[in-house]
């Protein structure tokens, strides 16, 4: 066992983490020593293949298959230097003011977050994608959404040099998508930060860290760690927890720390999601360019965004329900095939929440609220508007028995999806838009940490990730994660100076 | 060692491969080899728990088979074993719905992730990205 001191010791590289490492790599200059723990890899540029089945593996924790307790949901999160800025697809909006207004945190005000998030735009790069290289799958959206009465936006992207590639997901192959493996980290390790990749935290104590740092196995994907493999007792001045919403948690959860507060684990919300998928007549191209470049935003009024997508084979197969001959027809189809990724804008609940297991791995309850049943099928009969409105000749929607609707059903768009054909078990649903677990709020009793991420009764300790969020956040999270982030390593800098 | 949900017994596996996929039907030896590779190491990388459910599931579904028809799931054929998956699909008992979602989906993954296969869809997507279509 190796013991280490520091000032600082962050936990997760992600949105969260990468931030607050860039954001304190000023006290390394004042001779103050900070860490990022990073249980994945570094990987390598040459390592990006474009392969599901290299990829989902070496990124995602259970190759993005997380199932939630009762299975009905997958949840995907990537573990690497970057976290899940490497594989997702840059999409970087400015949280919703009326969100952060009902979040009613005390301290968080939303020109606040807005500035920071505006900083954080313009430091990685967002642009939007010029028309030349829209898709047809995204143009198609983008007409289909306008003559069926929807307002389609574009959305703004953290990227320099894409090349079009599609292969988002998968982590980009042409280092062109501006996450904190390629802006923050790489700046904050230029100004002395120290990152430590392959270094899993098992156990979080007052103050203290236990990590264990693995080598490389045989034939893995990603540099060697960059500390000797082995345990390590870390002292820290200050954590940060910044390992996502499924890193966070559990690791408080499972420390035994005296005074946690109640809530935490408590508020888990996620934007269930799923994808639909419509056949066209022709080619267009689909499986080349950037694959989410447009969007409708119905979260206010009808608790639904709709985002344009392409996926992988795969994850495409695994979204048609069903199987056998119907199925392997529609996916023939594959070069015709349009999509649109519909997501749900759940709300914390008493009976959706993070747990762990016996050996301290977490367990995420679930239950889909009818609210957000509703919320999918009105998502659903939307899309399969704007697919018609597009030309499509048939639309796969899942809420809907026989889940295929030829374009002369398109009148009985509302008979023919319904909630009552949503059925856990037979739907893929996913989500990737991890929340909660660790929300900011007044106190100790109706909340877990305040709104500059301290730990109520444990000033030492503070999160920064999607874990704070009291709610959901009805949009793409990561720059609202930044903008907060960006508040912690304030505090951790403010504390630092007293 | 990674092993596949339905143990030693291949033709089991390929049975209800068939059923969720037809054109496995036509799979090269090389095809099937790593089709189940792939279900093998994900399989292995799943916790303990849910590799045991798996098996279970696919022990329920060959106890289904004999009850029923008087055979295993792999002397079904086709049709028949087709029709008692979908029928377990729409089961009232969400175990079964999941159960025939679990094994389908990892079959997909088997198959869609083979380059032949991938290939033959008429997926291009490479890092050359718009490079590669011009």
Request: aromatic share 8%; proline share 6%.
């Amino acid at each position: 066992m190796s013991a280490v001191r520091c000032h600082v010791a962050i936990v997760g590289s992600g949105a969260g983490g990468g931030t607050v490492a860039a954001a304190l790599a000023p006290l390394v200059a004042a001779g103050k020593r900070v860490l990022v723990l990073e249980r994945g890899p570094r990987f390598l540029d040459e390592d990006f293949t474009g392969r599901e089945l290299d990829m989902a593996p070496a990124l995602y924790a259970d190759e993005g298959g997380f199932l939630t307790a009762d299975g009905t949901m997958t949840l995907a999160f990537a573990r690497g230097y970057g976290g899940s800025t490497i594989v997702y697809t840059g999409t970087s909006l400015i949280a919703p003011r009326r969100v952060i207004e009902q979040w009613a945190v005390p301290g968080i005000d939303y020109a606040d977050l807005e500035r920071r998030s505006r900083k954080y735009m313009e430091e990685n790069g967002v642009q939007l994608l010029p028309p030349a290289l829209v898709n047809e799958n995204n143009q198609l959206f983008a007409t289909g959404a306008a003559a069926a009465g929807f307002h389609a936006e574009q959305f703004p992207l953290n990227l320099r040099g894409c090349r079009g590639s599609s292969l988002c997901n998968l982590g980009c192959p042409n280092a062109a998508k501006q996450g904190t493996n390629r802006v923050q980290l790489p700046r904050a390790e230029r100004m002395g930060v120290e990152v430590v990749t392959r270094a899993l935290v098992t156990r979080l104590g007052e103050r203290r860290l236990h990590v264990t740092v693995s080598a490389r196995p045989a034939g893995g994907k990603g540099a060697e760690p960059e500390w000797a493999p082995g345990d390590y007792e870390i002292e820290a001045e200050t954590v940060v927890l910044a390992g996502g919403v499924l890193g966070t948690t559990p690791l408080l959860l499972g420390s035994g720390l005296p005074g946690l507060p109640r809530r935490l684990g408590a508020g888990f919300t996620c934007h269930p999601a799923h994808i639909l998928v419509a056949e066209h007549a022709r080619e267009i191209t689909n499986d080349v360019g950037h694959p989410k470049s447009f969007f409708v935003d119905r979260a206010e009024a009808e608790g639904y965004v709709l985002e344009t997508c392409m996926y992988f084979p795969f994850i495409t197969a695994k979204n048609l329900t069903g199987f056998g001959a119907g199925h392997s027809t529609f996916m023939q189809a594959f070069p015709r095939l349009q999509m649109i990724l519909v997501l749900a804008c759940d709300k914390a609940v008493p009976d959706n929440r993070i747990a762990v297991d016996r050996k301290g791995r977490p367990v995420v309850h679930y239950r889909f609220t009818d609210q957000v049943i509703e919320s999918m099928v009105r998502a659903t009969r939307a899309s399969a508007r704007i697919f018609f409105a597009a030309g499509a000749l048939r639309v796969h929607a899942p809420s809907a028995d026989p889940p295929l609707l030829e374009a002369a059903e398109a009148p009985r768009i509302d008979q023919r999806i319904d909630a009552r054909h949503f059925r856990t078990g037979t739907i893929s649903i996913s989500a990737a838009h991890l929340m909660g677990g660790c929300a900011m709020g007044r106190d100790a009793a109706s909340s877990v940490t305040d709104s500059r991420g301290v730990v109520h009764g444990l000033p030492w300790l503070r999160v920064a990730d999607a874990s704070l969020f009291p709610d959901s956040l009805e949009i793409n999270p990561y720059l609202t994660i930044m903008a907060l982030a960006d508040r912690v390593a304030e505090g951790v800098l403010q504390d630092t100076a007293r | 060692m990674a092993s596949l949900p339905t143990g030693s017994p291949r033709p089991a596996f390929r049975a209800l491969a068939q059923c969720f996929i037809p054109e496995t039907a036509r799979a090269t030896d090389s095809q099937w080899r790593a089709l189940e590779s792939a279900v093998a190491t994900a399989l292995a990388a799943r916790p303990a728990r849910l590799r045991r459910q798996v098996r279970l599931f696919v022990r329920l579904i060959g106890f289904t088979a004999r009850a029923r028809y008087g055979t295993g799931f792999a002397g079904l054929g086709a049709a028949r074993g087709t029709a008692l998956l979908e029928g377990l699909a729409a089961s009232r008992v969400l175990l079964f719905r999941r159960g025939v979602w679990g094994l389908r989906t990892l079959v997909m993954l088997g198959w869609y992730t083979d380059p032949a296969v991938i290939a033959a869809l008429g997926y291009r997507a490479s890092a050359a990205g718009w490079e590669a279509r011009r």
